[in-house]
Nanobody, 126 residues
């Protein structure tokens, strides 16, 4: 079993930065790909970024590439999402997710992740 708790969301202005954190518990964390997704009101949950278990490979949605950076610290069971140059369209609830090694499907599909946090709200004003 894996439990995820996100933190670090808030209300910021366009151009500001935020760093989201995800604290994970459970022994499957260190062998799992981790992802960040977001969901705005009335929209489907969308992929933001993912990182492999070793941290050696990262993936980003085109909309955040160059502005967001995903990282992980396996020793601390933490995953981070550094968000720079925030835009109003980044406003959403951000979710941390675990993709266990038994899961199949592309890394950018929310269906390929089996554990989710409760989410943290990010609001970017113009």
């Amino acid at each position: 079993q894996v439990q995820l708790v996100e933190s670090g969301g808030g209300l910021v202005q366009a151009g500001d930065s935020l760093r989201l954190s995800c604290a994970a518990s459970g022994r499957t964390f260190r062998s799992a790909t981790m992802g960040w997704f977001r969901q705005a009101p009335g929209k489907e949950r969308e992929f933001v970024a993912a990182i492999t278990w070793s941290g050696g490979t990262t993936y980003y949605a085109d909309s955040v590439k160059g502005r967001f950076t995903i990282s992980r610290d396996n020793a601390k069971n933490m995953v981070y999402l550094q968000m720079n140059s925030l835009k109003p369209e980044d406003t959403a609830v951000y979710y941390c997710a675990v993709r266990s090694i038994t899961m199949i499907g592309p890394y950018y599909s929310f269906k390929a992740y089996d554990y989710w946090g409760q989410g943290t709200q990010v609001t970017v004003s113009s």
